[in-house]
């Protein structure tokens, strides 16, 4: 199974994403695993605490442009938009299967209604990052890395396009202009990761932490991570990710016209 659900305790559910032959690289058939197994935490009224965690020895290389899998969108899995359109030729088609299974995918994971926490270890890069991005908090081990390179292949970056927002916009541009891989501490200087701890310490650190936040009133923890994500709202994060958006589709579009892929 791409998708490994463990209750380390009963308040914390751990989903820890199980492809280590391919890196953790998200294929169609993991995207919707890791969302039943998210929503499986949502309904269990005992979960306070939901930890996102990779099988070793990485958390995630990003998508899997290579597994196209036998399953179609609208058709083997419940979508979470009404975009229509799967499986249609050109533009239209690769717009609105990356609209639902990797923008709004990611977007409903960060509004998930109860708190969720990041454990990075080792390679982190592109759609790795988003994942992690969706989640509340992130502890790295110290042998984590983050890169985003996409750039490199003609396009602006990932699909949740929040690198000003996780960076500043001197800093996200450098990750983007450079396709260079940042470690953990330059991460945690940044502000983008919370923690970083020993490799053997990150799995103890992470529910230690996740035991912390359990313990706190279930509403008011529930509220304020709404009143944090709508103040970034405000601010106009999310109009931002969907302009980005886009110009991500537009380089998709540009790269089809000249390079045929």
Same mark, same amino acid.
């Given at each position: 199974? $791409?998708?490994?659900?463990?209750?380390?305790?009963?308040?914390?559910?751990?989903?820890?994403?199980?492809?280590?032959?391919?890196? &953790?690289?998200?294929?169609?058939? #993991?995207?919707?695993?890791?969302? @039943?197994?998210?929503?499986?935490?949502?309904?269990?009224?005992?979960?306070? =605490?939901?930890?996102?965690?990779?099988?070793?020895?990485?958390?995630?290389?990003?998508?899997?442009?290579?597994?196209?899998?036998?399953?179609?969108?609208?058709?083997?899995?419940?979508?979470? /938009?009404?975009?229509?359109?799967? /499986?249609?030729?050109?533009?239209?088609?690769?717009? =609105?299967? @990356?609209? @639902?299974?990797?923008?709004?995918?990611?977007?409903?994971?960060?509004?998930?209604?109860?708190?969720?926490?990041?454990?990075?270890?080792?390679?982190?890069? $592109?759609?790795?990052?988003?994942?992690?991005?969706?989640?509340?908090?992130?502890?790295?081990?110290?042998?984590? $890395?983050?890169?985003?390179?996409?750039?490199? #292949?003609?396009?602006?970056?990932? @699909?949740?396009?929040?690198?000003?927002?996780?960076?500043?916009?001197?800093?996200?541009?450098?990750?983007?202009?450079?396709?260079?891989?940042?470690?953990?501490?330059?991460?945690?200087?940044?502000? #983008?990761? &919370?923690?970083?701890?020993?490799?053997?310490?990150?799995?103890?650190?992470?529910?230690?932490?996740?035991?912390?936040?359990?313990?706190?009133?279930?509403?008011?923890?529930?509220?304020?991570?709404?009143?944090?994500?709508?103040?970034?709202?405000?601010?106009?994060?999310?109009?931002?990710?969907?302009?980005?958006?886009?110009?991500?589709?537009?380089?998709?579009?540009?790269?089809?016209?000249?390079?045929?892929?």
């Amino acid at each position: 199974e $791409s998708i490994l659900d463990q209750g380390p305790a009963a308040s914390i559910a751990r989903i820890t994403m199980n492809r280590p032959e391919a890196r &953790n690289a998200q294929n169609l058939q #993991m995207i919707y695993e890791l969302n @039943e197994a998210f929503d499986r935490a949502l309904q269990d009224d005992a979960v306070k =605490v939901i930890v996102l965690a990779g099988s070793d020895p990485h958390f995630s290389s990003g998508h899997d442009l290579r597994d196209a899998g036998t399953k179609k969108l609208g058709q083997d899995y419940p979508t979470v /938009g009404h975009w229509g359109g799967f /499986g249609q030729p050109g533009a239209h088609g690769r717009y =609105v299967r @990356e609209q @639902e299974i990797y923008l709004q995918m990611t977007r409903r994971w960060r509004n998930l209604a109860k708190p969720t926490i990041a454990a990075v270890q080792g390679k982190c890069i $592109s759609g790795g990052l988003m994942l992690a991005w969706a989640c509340d908090l992130i502890v790295a081990s110290d042998d984590a $890395s983050f890169c985003d390179p996409v750039v490199t #292949m003609g396009v602006i970056g990932v @699909e949740w396009f929040v690198h000003p927002w996780e960076l500043g916009p001197r800093k996200a541009k450098e990750l983007l202009f450079t396709a260079d891989t940042w470690t953990a501490e330059e991460a945690h200087r940044l502000g #983008m990761v &919370n923690h970083v701890v020993p490799r053997a310490e990150l799995e103890k650190f992470t529910l230690a932490l996740a035991g912390k936040i359990a313990a706190k009133p279930v509403f008011a923890i529930k509220l304020a991570k709404q009143a944090v994500n709508q103040s970034v709202d405000i601010m106009g994060q999310q109009s931002a990710i969907d302009q980005a958006f886009g110009l991500h589709h537009l380089c998709h579009a540009h790269n089809m016209q000249e390079f045929g892929m």
